[in-house]
C-alpha cells in the first residue's frame, strides 16, 4: 500500500471513529427547513434511516429525489449525524452529484465570510456567523476528522481555486475548531 493509500485509510478511520456515537436525530428532526419541497422529500427520503454506515453513496448522492441537495436542507442535528457518510462516499470517489467541500467550505472563505445571508429575513447575519453556529456542534474530534478530509481534498486534483477555498476555511474555521485551545 502507497503512502497515500495508507494516509487515506488513516481518514477513513479517523471519521468513522469520529462520528460512531453521534445519536440519529429522530424521523421528527431531519429537516432543517420548510420551505419548497425538498425538504419534505429529505424527511421523506431518509426516515428510519438510523444508522449512516449502511446508506448507499447512490442514495446519499441524489437525494432527496434526485434533487442531490441534502446537505442543503437537513437539520442541524441530521447533517452531522450524515455528513460521515458523504464524507466516506466523497474518498471513495462515489459521489457525482454532491459536493461535501462546498457544504464544509462556503461561508468560511474570505469572499464569502463576510456576504450576509439574506438581509430581507436575517438583517446583518454573515455566511460566516451562520456556518460557525451550524458547525458548532462538532466536536474537536470531529472537526479534526473534517479538517484531515478537506486536507485531503486540497491535495486531490483540485483546481487552485478549489485548493484556495479549502485552505481558507481550514484557516479561518476548521483548524480552530479541531483545536480550540489554540485560539487562546
Keep these: 500500500m502507497s503512502n497515500q493509500e495508507t494516509e487515506l485509510q488513516e481518514v477513513k478511520q479517523r471519521i468513522h471513529s469520529a462520528f460512531a456515537e453521534v445519536p440519529y436525530p ?4 431531519l429537516r432543517g427547513s420548510s420551505e419548497g419541497q425538498e425538504p419534505f422529500l429529505l424527511e421523506q427520503e431518509f426516515q428510519g434511516k438510523d444508522d449512516w454506515r449502511t ?15 441534502a446537505l442543503s436542507f ?23 452529484y454532491t459536493d461535501p467541500v462546498f457544504y464544509l467550505t462556503y461561508g468560511l472563505t474570505n469572499i464569502t465570510r463576510e456576504v450576509e445571508v439574506n ?8 455566511w460566516f456567523e451562520y456556518v460557525s453556529t451550524r458547525f458548532s456542534v462538532f466536536t474537536p474530534t470531529q472537526a479534526a476528522a473534517i479538517t484531515s478530509y478537506l486536507t485531503v481534498k486540497v ?30
Design 26 to 29: 429522530g424521523d421528527t428532526n
Design 55 to 69: 446508506l448507499s453513496a447512490e442514495l446519499i448522492d441524489q437525494a432527496p429525489d434526485g434533487f442531490a441537495s
Design 74 to 96: 437537513f437539520s442541524i442535528a441530521a447533517f452531522r449525524f450524515y455528513l460521515p457518510a458523504y464524507l466516506l462516499a466523497d474518498l471513495d470517489g462515489k459521489l457525482v
Design 119 to 126: 438581509p430581507k429575513r436575517y438583517g446583518t447575519l454573515t
Design 155 to 184: 491535495d486531490e486534483d483540485s483546481t487552485d481555486f478549489e485548493r484556495e477555498q479549502i485552505q481558507q476555511a481550514l484557516h479561518n474555521f476548521w483548524e480552530l475548531a479541531a483545536n480550540p485551545g489554540a485560539a487562546s
